[in-house]
């Protein structure tokens, strides 16, 4: 039955696609979940991800079989071995180079394929591309996968999961409070609440991976043309510590006054390293590193009182 109603196939998903087929909506992170603002320099970047969601046909999967799909670092490739997006116009990169979006065909393209399959699935709508970004004709429509849906890759879900990490605000605390002098320590520190692991969870159907933001770095320019890395986030001034005393881990001296800087003082941007580890599925990883910023202005004015030998 289903190879006679083939030749006429094309033609019916085509006049029915725009009304209904799409019906279904892919499990996929939400661009704005946990309002992530996407940009160099800002508190939640992790912009750059992709899913993935392995498919099949036929009872062939495609998600896991051959030698496309996703690999272990996260990425999508065909089964030529090349890299392609693991995602595109809504649906998920299958092993076999094409696309499947989740999707809710009328009984009348079901009937089309040759109906309703018995047992638990679910209908995807599939897509080829040409090398020049055309879709590939006579390999696409809607395909019916048998069983659970399709199960993303870990290293998919981990991608979602970074996303969603909402990293804390960067609050730098220069030490002593207030302008700064020429020729004495100056305390490097970040609020306690900037430097704390953060998780977030990504899932697809049974399948949940969490993602763990660490910090492990920060990276201070202090406008004065001078950087240093420090391993921690500093060490708080208290009014007790000897003025002249350096810290113990993060700090920096101005040997010039600010007053020749734009608006008469410094900017100094602290820049927070995050490693970004993921487990789930019984499996474990890492992803791409994160990073936030924070400034703030410092003016540097000389005190010879101070100086003074």
């Given at each position: ?76 490739r065909n089964p ?75 290293e998919v879900l981990?991608r979602q999961a ?148």
């Open positions: 039955m289903l190879s006679r109603r083939l030749p006429f196939l094309s033609c019916l998903v085509a006049a029915l696609l725009a009304a209904s087929i799409l019906g279904g909506s892919p499990a996929r992170a939400d661009d704005s979940t946990g309002g992530v603002s996407c940009g160099p320099g800002t508190a939640n970047p992790g912009c750059d991800v992709n899913a993935g969601t392995g498919g099949s046909n036929g009872g062939t999967d495609h998600g896991n079989g051959g030698s496309g799909g996703q690999g272990g670092d996260g990425k999508c030529a071995g090349k890299e392609i997006p693991c995602e595109r116009d809504g649906g998920y990169a299958g092993a076999d180079g094409c696309y499947y979006q989740p999707s809710d065909p009328p009984a009348s393209v079901i009937d089309a394929v040759g109906g309703q399959p018995e047992g638990e699935g679910g209908w995807y709508l599939k897509v080829c591309y040409n090398d020049d970004g055309t879709t590939t004709a006579g390999l696409g429509g809607p395909v019916w996968i048998a069983g659970a849906p399709p199960v993303v890759s870990p981990a970074r996303k969603r990490l909402n990293l804390p605000t960067v609050v730098i605390k220069l030490n002593p409070p207030g302008d700064q002098l020429v020729n004495l320590p100056v305390w490097l520190a970040l609020d306690r609440s900037s430097w704390k692991p953060q998780s977030a969870t990504a899932s697809a159907g049974a399948v949940s991976v969490t993602a763990t933001a660490r910090p492990v770095n920060v990276t201070w320019a202090m406008g004065d043309g001078s950087s240093q890395t420090c391993d921690g986030p500093g060490t708080a001034w208290t009014r007790s510590t000897n003025p002249r005393a350096a810290s113990p881990d993060c700090g920096h001296v101005y040997r010039h006054p600010s007053a020749g800087a734009t608006g008469g003082s410094y900017t100094v941007t602290a820049t927070v390293t995050w490693e970004v580890t993921w487990a789930g599925a019984g499996q474990s990883g890492t992803v791409p590193g994160l990073e936030t910023t924070g400034q703030v202005q410092t003016r540097v004015q000389e005190s010879q009182a101070v100086i003074s030998r």
